[in-house]
């Protein structure tokens, strides 16, 4: 995710995490981490001379009347991820569908599972057949083999893909 004049309290943010110490790719991960992603995989450098800057580490502000403030023109922050095997829900197997009669299977269900956990979309996923009892993740129900066909995921990559920048 690209973020071009990223700013912190509604100040750009300065390319150092306090003054002059710890530079770049320290401060371009400080911001990512802040606004909910991975490392900040790419950045770049401007120079400010008319906005004041904001340090990620102690909140200390440059301003471009006393000093050069450096901030950053752009940083691309990694997207947190992360992938659950055999997920569970409500100590059983999470259910390939949302909910009973076939409603919501796969992307719907997974993604269901993804919110519930604190992330935005699932990216991939395996769903099975299986002979075990599931919990559908939409209605709460319980899916009983000896009754209708069940499903599970062997694994769920969930993606925090839409994080709000600090104003």
């Not at 490392?39 to 450098?45: D, G, T």
């Amino acid at each position: 995710m690209i973020f071009d004049e990223p700013t912190h309290h509604q100040k750009l943010v300065a390319y150092c995490l306090s003054f002059e110490k710890d530079c770049g790719q320290a401060a371009a991960d400080a911001y990512c981490k802040e606004i909910g992603y991975g490392k900040a995989v790419e950045f770049e450098k401007m120079r400010s001379h008319d906005k004041e800057t904001l340090t990620m580490e102690s909140h200390a502000t440059c301003s471009p009347k006393h000093n050069t403030c450096d901030a950053f023109d752009s940083i691309t922050c990694q997207v947190r991820t992360q992938t659950f095997y055999n997920p569970m829900e409500h100590g059983r197997a999470l259910d390939g569908c949302a909910e009973t009669k076939g409603i919501g299977c796969g992307q719907d269900a997974a993604n269901l599972f993804c919110k519930d956990n604190g992330y935005d979309a699932a990216t991939a996923f395996v769903r099975v057949d299986t002979l075990e009892e599931t919990m559908h993740i939409g209605d709460e129900s319980v899916c009983d083999p000896d009754w209708s066909p069940c499903s599970r995921f062997e694994y769920i990559t969930c993606a925090a893909v839409h994080a709000t920048p600090v104003p």
